[in-house]
């Protein structure tokens, strides 16, 4: 079993940038490969980003190709998006997700995440 809890939402103007945290507990985190997903008002769950097992090889969703980056820190069973020049459609409940089925982002999406976080809210204001 792999609990994940994020942070680091909040309200941001556009333009600006944050950073997401998500801090995993339990066993085999640095097996798995790890995404992130969000989800805006109304709308479905959106693919975001991925990253394998080593933190490498990371993919991005064209919206935040560019802009966004991934990464972890197995050592403290933590992994990360660095969000910059934030725009309003960035506006989401933004989830952590984790594939203990693979160590690498093969389906780049919500397929074989068995693991989530309850999401953090990200707004960001024009």
């Known amino acids: 079993q792999l609990q994940l809890v994020e942070s680091g939402g909040g309200l941001v103007q556009s333009g600006r940038s944050l950073r997401l945290s998500c801090a995993a507990s339990?066993?085999?985190?640095?097996?798995?490969?790890i995404a992130w997903f969000r989800q805006a008002p109304g709308q479905t769950r959106e693919w975001v980003s991925c990253?394998?097992?080593?933190?490498?090889?990371?993919t991005y969703a064209d919206s935040v190709k560019g802009r966004f980056t991934i990464s972890r820190d197995n050592a403290k069973n933590m992994m990360y998006l660095e969000m910059n020049s934030l725009k309003p459609e960035d506006t989401a409940v933004y989830y952590c997700?984790?594939?203990?089925?693979?160590?690498?982002?093969?389906?780049?999406?919500?397929?074989?995440?068995?693991?989530w976080g309850k999401g953090t809210l990200v707004i960001v204001s024009s």
């Open positions: 997700a984790a594939d203990p089925h693979s160590s690498s982002c093969i389906t780049l999406g919500a397929l074989g995440m068995d693991y």
């Open positions: 339990g066993d085999s985190f640095d097996s798995y490969a």
């Open positions: 990253i394998n097992d080593r933190g490498g090889s990371p």
